[in-house]
């Protein structure tokens, strides 16, 4: 089984190996071997923003045994002026209480806290620009040779800030755009200015050419609703326009909304998502292009069908929140749930150091229930986990060891 799900992880990353050679080497003559190693680490063991050749090999040690985490999102703020309709921040009523920025300092002591990091996302619920020390925390990240990755809409991303981006040498900025016209984008980015936007995306793949830079990649993250779904082929176009020709591949991701109550009404149909996944694929089919795309299509799946939870492997990169709380990853903070999971967390990083905690009880017991197909609490507490069976409290296909349930 392990022999064959490395073999099939080959085969996706064979296509991809001659633009991952073209990188490397760039990273390595312009950056040295500390950032080429570490970009190379995050291409071969990590699932995000590379291949996850590791996962498989995970799966079959203790639990115990799994290496110390090698990868790390960070909420750097939780700021934000926009009120799009999918987030929850849209349905906070003590919004503007709960906006908090991560200070410099701290985040420092983050990443000093795993020595042997490779990859740093900085991402969350905010809108990272809007703390007004995020620049210095990515030169900071990138001055420690980290492959350095975040999402932004690119509202505030003006020319100094994309020659710093540029100057740093972050690997990769994803894009979140959830429209491709002015109208659409309005009523999915409530707040922000789709021109603007536009505007600077394409300022920074100006400034990448001018500079013949790959780096930062540009990656484009959007999130599928009832209003944009209709659009989905001609975000292939929008994107072409922006990127030009200022690098080889552009990786493109479609995300379906993760619901919740308050913004269940933007949920596009399931029966709707596998026809728009084929209009992707078939105006993509149809189109000369300046580069070439890879697509994800996330959660297009029917949400009946999940693999089992023994299957997860999303607790070896943990979240810490813009309070330092520590999460087993970044899908329990969604769905506008953080005040009810926040007691059930793993710990505080600025209260306890994070080895302790992975090697504490709380996350013991997590690596023991998925071992045994058993769904952790956390996991399931208030919602369901969008990617993987956690329904009822319990796995299908519910395997159990002998000698472990007492420990449970």
Known sequence: MVIGELLRKTRKALP??????????????????????????????????????????????????????HRIEVEVTTRCSLRCPKCEQAYWPDRRARQKDMTLKQFEYILDQFPNLSTVSMSGIGHNFENPEFL??????????????????????????????????????NMSIDGATEEVYRRCQAGSDFRRAVANARRLAEIKKQRRSLLPEMAFSIVVTRYNIEQLPIFLDLIADIVGESQRVTYVE????????????????TSALSAAREQVLRHHASRQ????FRFAFNHFHDPSVKPPVSCCLEWTVPFITVEGTVYPCCALTEGNQRGKIEPHCMGNIFETPFREMWRGPRYRLLREMLR???????????????????????????VVRPGLEAQA
């Open 16 to 69: 991809h190996v001659p633009w991952a050679v073209h990188h490397v080497a760039h990273v390595l003559r312009n950056r040295g071997f500390a950032q080429a190693r570490n970009y190379v680490r995050t291409l071969v063991r990590t699932a995000e923003d590379g291949a996850g050749f590791n996962w498989p090999i995970y799966r079959l040690m203790p639990a115990n045994l799994v290496p110390y985490p």
């Open 136 to 173: 210095e925390m990515v030169r900071l990240a990138c001055s420690r040779k980290l492959f350095v990755q975040f999402f932004d809409t690119f509202l505030l991303l003006d020319e100094d800030r994309a020659q710093k981006l540029v100057e740093y040498g972050v690997s990769k900025v």
């Open 254 to 269: 479609f995300i379906r909304l993760l619901p919740f109550p308050e913004n269940e009404h933007l949920m596009p149909p």
């Open 289 to 292: 292009w300046p580069f070439r």
């Open 372 to 398: 045994r197909n058993e769904v952790p609490p956390v996991c399931n507490m208030f919602r369901e986990c969008n990617a993987f069976a956690t329904e009822k409290g319990v796995a299908r296909h519910r």
